[in-house]
């Protein structure tokens, strides 16, 4: 096997178990989207309780943020997430048994509180295979679930919607996290050392440059008193907030949106609404190779949220002038809009110390899942006052233009210099064994 072989190998290995484990994920969190018109009639509730019952899911993430962080980082990220796709598959599977609001928004609520930690554990896990140098474009390639779970997700919820109507739809993908566990404990490593399939030169690489991308660790603060003096910090959580509500608030409307744009039938919107998810699929890749490549993170962050509400501010404005143009603009948007998602989370780890980093990172996504929580129920709510869902773009675009300003007001404090040198003693390494 050569050099260059063996370190692709975790590429290979590592991500795609990480990338499908959170595919299925996203299709039990996201799946409401294709189910609102069918409990509306059925449960007899409105838009601004469907909304509601999309976001209620994120009051139950919230929960083990924190918890789930620590445990990933001090335990074992592996496990936890074993532990968490078993008890999501069971919340998600009992979607199809709700007879009422109120037995709605409990399993609502239970699916985001098993899911709630997982984020933060896959991160922590990413940062142990991948060093600061590489980890934009690892954190892309993994964060490429959600749109392909959203394109696998629309014609297949669209197509079982119209077989097994919306009940039969949340119970046969509620399974999928059942199928998937076994490959999950057997072919996952929680970390290069526990690995019997990585080379010895990988091994050691990675070892090294980690340690390296942590040296700064000695000169900061394990204190969380610290962690909360920092603007930064703070700048993140409000970012952070906003881009998920203004994101959440698009993305679970999409498919009424697109049936409002289009007229079409369930299966016919199911297709049509996984055009803007491939179309996220370019900018997940592009957004990133150019932060690595350059080594900027908060440009290509501002810019990719900046034009996503750009063209979702054009698609809101052309909706009723010209349905087929304000499609594409949607399509457009995702393009732009999680482009940023990959460079994000390379951010944090520079500016807090590693040993509560975990934790921090939760308390980032708890206030995403906040925001997450009020994109869904505003747009519902406007929906029901308006009778159309994309009236409530409007709100998410000023959302989305407030948090472009606020990325671009953190101050990273750590260097990538270290990263540089590290992969360039690797490349000389290579050069020597050849």
């Not at 297949?156 to 009940?167: C, N, V």
């Not at 010895?200 to 603060?221: M, P």
């Not at 700048?235 to 203004?246: A, E, K, N, P, V």
């Not at 129920?377 to 709100?395: D, E, P, Q, R, Y």
Request: charged share 15%; glycine share 10%.
């Amino acid at each position: 096997m050569s050099d260059k072989k063996g370190m692709a190998k975790r590429w290979w290995r590592v991500l795609p178990l990480l990338f499908l484990m959170y595919a299925i994920a996203n299709i039990d969190r996201n799946n409401i989207g294709f189910g609102f018109e069918g409990m509306e009639k059925d449960l007899g509730i409105g838009a601004t309780y469907a909304g509601l019952a999309a976001g209620i899911f994120f009051f139950g993430y919230m929960i083990l943020q924190i918890p789930g962080g620590h445990l990933a980082k001090k335990w074992s990220a592996k496990k936890f997430i074993a532990l968490s796709l078993t008890a999501w598959g069971i919340a998600a599977t009992c979607m199809g048994f709700v007879h009422n609001l109120p037995m709605l928004l409990t399993i609502r609520f239970l699916i985001g509180v098993t899911e709630g930690g997982v984020w933060t554990a896959t991160l922590i896990l990413i940062s142990k295979w991948f060093p600061l140098k590489e980890r934009a474009r690892a954190n892309a390639i993994f964060i490429m679930c959600t749109p392909l779970a959203a394109i696998i997700m629309s014609p297949m919820s669209g197509f079982l919607l119209d077989k097994f109507g919306w009940r039969g739809m949340f119970i046969i993908e509620g399974m999928l996290p059942f199928i998937f566990i076994p490959f999950w404990i057997w072919l996952l490593s929680e970390n290069p050392n526990e690995a019997k399939w990585i080379s010895k030169e990988e091994r050691d690489y990675l070892n090294k440059a980690i340690s390296e991308d942590q040296k700064d660790e000695e000169q900061t603060s394990d204190s969380f008193k610290d962690v909360f003096k920092n603007k930064s910090f703070w700048l993140l959580i409000g970012f952070y907030f906003l881009i998920q509500m203004g994101f959440y608030g698009f993305s679970l409307w999409l498919p009424t949106i697109t049936k409002q744009l289009s007229g079409e039938g369930d299966t016919l919107v199911g297709f049509l609404t996984a055009l803007p998810w491939l179309a996220s699929i370019v900018g997940l890749i592009l957004f990133p190779r150019y932060s690595d490549k350059h080594d900027k993170r908060k440009g290509p962050i501002a810019l990719s949220v900046g034009g996503g509400a750009t063209f979702l501010l054009l698609s809101a404005l052309l909706g009723n002038i010209n349905p087929t143009i304000s499609f594409i603009c949607l399509i457009v948007c995702m393009g732009f809009l999680l482009g940023y998602l990959g460079i994000f989370w390379v951010i944090p780890p520079k500016i807090l110390p590693d040993k509560v980093v975990g934790s921090a990172l939760g308390i980032i996504n708890i206030s995403g899942a906040i925001g997450s929580f009020l994109g869904p129920f505003l747009v519902g709510w406007i929906k029901s006052v308006t009778g159309l869902a994309m009236s409530g773009m409007f709100l998410l675009v000023a959302v989305l233009y407030i948090a472009t300003f606020l990325i671009l007001l953190v101050k990273e404090r750590k260097s990538d210099i270290t990263v540089h040198t590290t992969n360039l003693e690797y490349e000389n390494t290579v050069k020597s064994l050849k």
